[in-house]
């Protein structure tokens, strides 16, 4: 008997047509707001993508089972949609249009430990808008406001999306008078796993006194579901120019995003991701009741995206894990298949006409199976409750709605169930429970 691999989730049926659904649902308003698809391989070289070293453990090697003994993998799985994506840009930058809008849906592999929400094979949804040596700011607000509206459509708890700007803490952290700004940003990023009094420690074992590693804790503090943070910053006394502009730029953001039904937006000092890599705006989003899986959809500026001798392609981006956000929610469909009608079978002799039937509501969009057996009408009705589809058609003419048992005279010609049943529905956690 074959045994599971810990880390690469499967989806039953009823599972995957929640993962479709979420998939055709995010893929219709990235394309609403003028995102084009791409599709990039599934692997890339070796030393591309181990330029990030904190990634190096992480990363599954391409190798020929004939390859000769010693001999180095030279390709490896991409670990995330980014990476292929700027090396996309720089290979097509002569037959793009910029800026460029691009979502993606694929699969990356990432050898991390599973657990609740992590995977070694999972799904990713991204999109990034990239520029040609300038991208306007307003391009960051926009990209918020699309994944709100992204997430504010599917069937999961309420979403908040934290929002910061690493232009913020650097220009306060320079403010202060901190030599490394970096150096302080990698400890405050700690705060969700480590005490506020153990980050304190390590803030002053970098070389900031007590007032300092104070006032960082304090601006580390500041979160809100409006502009007024500005106001909460500028309380705490620091100057620099960089910071005035990161404010200026969150509370743009911030306000371009919100007022997303079913979406939280705040502004959250903590957040600093990717600190090598991010230049501005960063994103961050927690799923309430289930803030234990981290940040499902993480995203920010950076300025260098790409580069070559020539250009340089700066964007903003946003990517949510479409496997981290379903498989430990447990979303389920309202039946395991697409068909809304099962044509019922008298007899084999009979078939083709059950079959002609089906024919005639597929032409009309519906979705339709033939009974798989000439048995008793009972079971066969059985058979399509087992698979959760609503309606049996006994030819010619006679529809049942097996649930309510309501039974009535009809064509194939002119037939059509509700909207509500012609696809599967994803269920609420009141409809499972």
Aim: hydrophobic share 40%; charged share 25%; aromatic share 8%.
């Amino acid at each position: 008997m074959s045994k599971k691999l810990s880390g690469f989730p499967e989806f039953l049926p009823r599972e995957r047509i929640v993962e479709q659904q979420v998939l055709d649902h995010l893929r219709r308003t990235f394309e609403l707001h003028g995102f084009a698809n791409i599709e990039t391989r599934a692997v890339e070289p070796m030393d591309v993508l181990l330029r990030k070293g904190e990634i190096d453990k992480e990363v599954y090697a391409v190798k020929r089972l004939a390859a000769a003994e010693g001999e180095p993998a030279e390709l490896a799985l991409h670990y995330d949609l980014t990476v292929p994506f700027a090396r996309y840009v720089l290979e097509n930058a002569g037959r793009l249009e910029f800026p460029f809008r691009r979502w993606q849906i694929q699969k990356v592999w990432r050898g991390e430990r599973p657990q609740q929400g992590r995977f070694r094979e999972f799904t990713q949804a991204d999109i990034d808008i990239v520029g040609r040596d300038v991208l306007p700011f307003h391009f960051d607000v926009e990209v918020a406001r699309v994944m709100a509206e992204a997430l504010a459509g599917l069937p999961i708890p309420t979403a908040t999306l934290q929002i910061s700007n690493r232009k913020i803490l650097e220009g306060f952290y320079l403010g202060l008078g901190v030599d490394d700004p970096t150096a302080v940003m990698q400890v405050v990023d700690k705060l969700d796993k480590v005490p506020a009094d153990r980050i304190r420690e390590l803030l002053v074992e970098q070389g900031l006194d007590g007032s300092q590693a104070d006032r960082v804790l304090a601006l580390a503090e500041i979160v809100t579901t409006d502009t007024s943070f500005v106001q909460r910053v500028e309380a705490l006394g620091v100057e620099h120019e960089m910071l005035a502009e990161g404010l200026s730029e969150l509370a743009q953001v911030v306000e371009g995003a919100s007022g997303v039904e079913g979406v939280v937006v705040t502004a959250d000092l903590r957040i600093a991701r990717g600190l090598d890599y991010y230049t501005g705006t960063v994103f961050e989003t927690r799923l309430q009741g289930w803030e234990h899986l981290g940040s499902i959809c993480s995203g920010g500026r950076y300025d260098r995206l790409a580069q070559d001798r020539r250009t340089t392609y700066p964007g903003v981006g946003i990517s949510l894990g479409v496997s981290r956000l379903l498989v430990p929610l447990a979303l389920s469909a309202s039946r395991s298949v697409p068909s809304a009608v099962l044509v019922a079978v008298d007899d084999e002799d009979t078939r083709a006409d059950s079959t002609a039937i089906a024919q005639q509501l597929r032409a009309r969009g519906i979705p339709t199976e033939v009974a798989a057996k000439a048995d008793r009408f009972g079971k066969q009705i059985q058979y399509a409750e087992k698979r959760g589809i609503p309606y049996v058609w006994f030819p010619p003419t006679s529809v049942k709605d097996i649930r309510s048992g309501d039974q009535v005279e009809a064509s194939p010609d002119t037939w059509t169930p509700p909207t509500t049943d012609l696809t599967p529905t994803i269920l609420s956690k009141e409809q499972l429970s």
